[in-house]
């Protein structure tokens, strides 16, 4: 199994992450939670410890853990320590430019998937 832990549905991957994705299973999506940013690291480190043992029980093969730093930086040392594959998804960032006639630019970003790389 694959569990995407990040803020971006599998639903909408392209194809080629998709392919890449399934080398390592099945793809379940697990939304990434909504981290405020006053939240104290204590409460940040709960929850990571509550959704890695979620994602323990369900006996990943790798885990896609992406968003709020701290939090992820919590979940990723946990799942390691269990022996869980985490990895990050690299892209390439295509950006256009549209001048307005009012001389403002309008920048249209596309993010163009690359590769997983494990964090080690």
């Known amino acids: 199994m694959f ?3 990040t803020n971006h ?4 991957w392209s194809a080629a ?3 890449e994705a399934r080398v390592w299973g099945e793809i379940e999506d697990m939304p990434f939670p909504d981290i405020g ?3 104290k690291i204590g409460r940040v480190a709960q929850l990571a410890e509550d959704n890695a043992a979620i994602i323990l029980t ?5 885990v896609l853990c ?3 730093f701290t939090y992820v930086y919590h979940l990723v040392n946990l799942l390691r320590a269990a022996g869980v594959t985490v990895l990050a998804a690299t892209s390439r960032r295509e950006v256009v430019e549209e001048p307005a006639e ?15 790389r494990e964090y080690r």
């Not at 549905?9 to 909408?12: G, Q």
């Not at 369900?58 to 790798?62: D, G, I, N, T």
């Open 17 to 19: 992450q998709k392919e």
């Open 102 to 116: 009012d001389g403002s630019v309008k920048k249209i970003s596309r993010f163009v998937f690359c590769q997983f």
């Open 3 to 5: 569990i995407n832990h």
């Open 58 to 62: 369900k006996e990943p093969h790798v």
């Open 9 to 12: 549905p599998s639903a909408k």
């Open 66 to 68: 992406q968003g709020e």
């Open 37 to 39: 940013p006053d939240w």
